[in-house]
Every structure is written in structure tokens, then in C-alpha cells.
């Protein structure tokens, strides 16, 4: 039997979002920013990060280090924290000839690709995409993602094996 469903884990973290952002959030920064150093993100055309909470460290990121044209999906199982997210760019502004930012449904069956999330007319912008999505099961096409973050949530999903498996086929393919 699961210790929690899906609807208990979403309630959880909305209900301790503005706890998480006051005292917890910014002591993730760094961690994040040296995955974002390992996996060599700045030179990415295509990034996800899931589970990626009130998106301190994304925002920073792709404000400052991201590459320009390059697109970068952020997904959360709160919508909270998602509200959070998106508050961080209304309040600290940004260069809407830089940056393209918008929140994405996923309510269809049909899986989204990077390139449908970007859209027409953002051409040279830093595309920056958000939306609640369950990281055991993305709603995107396989393969669609050259750099695959998650920051304290491996953890703390129910199951993550089937985490490990959704990065693994959203990923894309390297041949060795
Ligand atoms: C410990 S916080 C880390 C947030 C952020 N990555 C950071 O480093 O500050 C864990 C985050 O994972 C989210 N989360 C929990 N279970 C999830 C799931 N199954 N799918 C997607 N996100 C999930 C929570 O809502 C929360 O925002």
C-alpha cells in the first residue's frame, strides 16, 4: 500500500510552500547552481528541471546564465510553488525582448515537445516554460531534453525508480 497518493503530496507541499521559500529556499542555491555547472547547462538548447519549487536557483539561472534561443521547462507537483515561480519574474522584472516566459497546461493526453512549448515568434529569446507536472510521469515526448536537473527531490518522490526512468526517456540520446 503507498503511504500517501498523489493529491496528499501535492497538498503537503502547498501547504508548506511559504515556509519552504522563507527559510529553506535559498539554502539550495548553491547545490543547484553546481548542477547546473556540472551538467554544463549554460551551453544547453534545451533544459528541464522538475521539481523545482519556488525556482530560486532557475530563476537566477536563466536570467543570467542561460543561453540565448535556448529553452528551459520547469515543472513542479505544486501548484503553489509554481505561483511562486512565476511571482519571482512579475516582481523582479525582465527583458521581454530576452525572454519569453509562460505557464504551459498539460490537461491533454497528447505529450508536449520543447519546440511546441516555444512556440512562433520567440526566435533569439530565452524561452522559459512552467507548469505542475508529476516528475514519475512527465508529460513530454521522449527524448526532447539535453540536460535533465532535479534538486532535493529524488528523495522525496514515491517512487523513484519510475523518476529515474521518466529523466532517463525524456533525455536525449547520447551514443557512445
Ligand atoms: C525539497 S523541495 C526542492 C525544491 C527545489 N528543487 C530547490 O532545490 O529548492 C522538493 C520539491 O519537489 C516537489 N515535488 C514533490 N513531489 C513531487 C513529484 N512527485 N513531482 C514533482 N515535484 C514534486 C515539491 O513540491 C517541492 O517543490
Excluded at 94 to 100: K, L, P, R, V
Excluded at 146 to 170: G, H, P, Q, T, W
Aim: aromatic share 10%; with cysteine.
Amino acid at each position: 500500500m503507498k503511504p500517501f497518493c498523489t493529491s496528499e503530496i501535492k497538498q503537503f507541499w502547498d501547504d508548506f510552500s511559504d515556509k519552504y521559500q522563507q527559510n529553506i529556499e535559498s539554502h539550495t542555491i548553491p547545490i543547484n547552481f553546481e548542477l547546473y555547472s556540472l551538467t554544463q547547462a549554460h551551453r544547453a538548447e534545451s533544459i528541464i528541471e522538475t521539481g523545482v519549487g519556488a525556482g530560486a536557483a532557475a530563476h537566477m539561472f536563466s536570467t543570467g546564465l542561460m543561453s540565448p534561443s535556448s529553452s528551459f521547462v520547469s515543472t513542479d507537483i505544486s501548484e503553489a510553488m509554481i505561483d511562486k515561480f512565476l511571482h519571482k519574474f512579475k516582481t523582479t522584472g525582465y527583458n521581454g525582448d530576452d525572454i519569453s516566459i509562460e505557464k504551459f497546461d498539460n490537461k491533454s493526453s497528447e505529450k508536449l515537445t520543447v519546440d511546441f512549448l516555444r512556440g512562433v515568434g520567440n526566435k533569439g529569446k530565452r524561452c522559459i516554460r512552467v507548469g505542475t507536472s508529476d516528475s514519475e510521469a512527465l508529460p513530454f515526448e521522449d527524448h526532447q531534453f539535453d540536460v535533465y536537473i532535479a534538486n532535493f527531490s529524488l528523495n522525496i518522490v514515491d517512487d523513484y525508480m519510475k523518476m529515474l526512468s521518466e529523466a532517463r526517456r525524456v533525455s536525449i540520446e547520447i551514443n557512445q
